[in-house]
């Protein structure tokens, strides 16, 4: 590859940093869409529904980040929406799939979220770039997903493992928190050693 493709390269990949609609930021939008269905579902007793909802937000999860890379349409408002819609499937099925006295995980999430958007917000500010999930988000996500779907499955689960769940949950939100936690302030700290500002 010499240089000037190089050049139309990097240029066609960065092309889509700042459009919005997108078919991936499309597909984050239908799964945000089928939070409701998927509540109204299972709230209905329509079980089988529920799970099939849930796949398919979980298919069109996977589908919409094989196409942001392969396609070069990832976008930074994408990188953004992609958690959120997530986050809240997941936070709305632990509300219907929890007993009440077990609430208290959302809280957890909440926690979670509300201070790595913040870290985000902050390394956003100083470097001017939306840094993509790490694997261990992913592992999260994948395994919150994966438990829900079983509790979903057997609803008429004994109250011992769903407690048991909501600690495997909690222990991953955990661990994720602290893994973001450290990368966000790592890229805090290297870049307000090389800001001109902080430097003088």
Same mark, same amino acid.
């Given at each position: 590859m010499n240089e000037e493709q190089r050049k139309q390269l990097e240029l066609a990949q960065s092309a889509d940093t700042d459009r919005i609609f997108t078919l991936p930021n499309l597909l984050s &939008?239908?799964? $945000?869409?089928?939070i409701p269905v998927i *509540? /109204?579902? /299972?709230? %209905?007793? @329509?079980?089988?529904w529920a799970v099939g909802t849930l796949i398919l937000s979980g298919a069109t999860d996977v589908i919409?980040?094989? *196409? %942001?890379? +392969? &396609?070069? @349409?990832?976008?930074d408002f994408g990188k953004a929406l992609d958690p959120v819609a997530d986050? @809240? +499937?997941? %936070? %709305? @099925? $632990?509300?219907? $799939?929890?007993?009440?006295?077990?609430?208290w995980v959302v809280g957890v999430m909440a926690f979670k979220e509300f201070t790595i958007g913040f870290l985000t917000y902050r390394t956003l500010r100083k470097t001017g770039k939306v840094f993509s999930a790490g694997w261990y988000g992913k592992l999260?996500?994948?395994v919150i997903y994966a438990s829900l779907l079983v509790l979903m499955l057997w609803h008429t689960a004994p109250s011992w493992f769903k407690v048991a769940d909501v600690v495997l949950i909690t222990g991953l939100i955990l661990l994720s928190f602290a893994k973001y936690f450290s990368y966000f302030t790592g890229i805090l700290r290297e870049a307000k050693l090389h800001d001109p500002k902080e430097a003088a």
């Open positions: &939008f239908f799964r $945000l869409a089928l *509540i /109204y579902c /299972y709230e %209905a007793r @329509l079980y089988g919409d980040g094989w *196409i %942001a890379r +392969t &396609f070069h @349409l990832v976008s986050k @809240l +499937t997941q %936070a %709305a @099925l $632990l509300l219907c $799939l929890l007993p009440t006295k077990l609430w999260c996500t994948v």
